[in-house]
């Protein structure tokens, strides 16, 4: 099983920026779509940004589309999500997680994947 670790959180300012990388071991990315996901205290998980594994299309939600940016590099094992212009509300805990499914009608639902990390903390400060 493909084990995720997430790194590269901590506290910003509004505006600021910063790179999560989320690596795998005991399998490769090429294997799996990858979701980004996050989660503040208090609220659901949400769909933040996905890199999909067969022609690498990728996915944002509205309110991180164009200042997110996702990114795999495959000889690293590592999906990337450069966070810019970043706000207050995207502080949470960021999550990266696999989608087992060959294609991606549900790459938003946090429901649809299947294996996760241990997320990594973003704070962003006004």
């Known amino acids: 099983q493909v084990q995720l670790v997430e790194s590269g959180g901590g506290v910003v300012q509004a505006g600021d920026s910063l790179r999560l990388s989320c690596t795998a071991s005991g399998d490769s990315f090429t294997r799996y779509t990858i979701g980004w996901f996050r989660q503040a205290p208090g609220e659901e998980r949400r769909f933040v940004a996905a890199?999909?594994?067969?022609?690498?299309?990728?996915y944002y939600s509205r309110s991180v589309k164009g200042r997110f940016t996702i990114s795999r590099n495959n000889a690293e094992n590592t999906v990337y999500l450069q966070m810019s212009s970043l706000k207050p509300d995207d502080s949470a805990i960021y999550y990266c997680?696999?989608?087992?499914?060959?294609?991606?009608?549900?790459?938003?639902?946090?429901?649809?994947?299947?294996?996760w990390g241990q997320g990594t903390q973003v704070t962003v400060s006004s």
């Open positions: 997680a696999t989608y087992p499914i060959p294609d991606t009608p549900q790459v938003t639902n946090v429901n649809a994947y299947d294996n």
């Open positions: 890199h999909g594994w067969n022609v690498g299309m990728t």
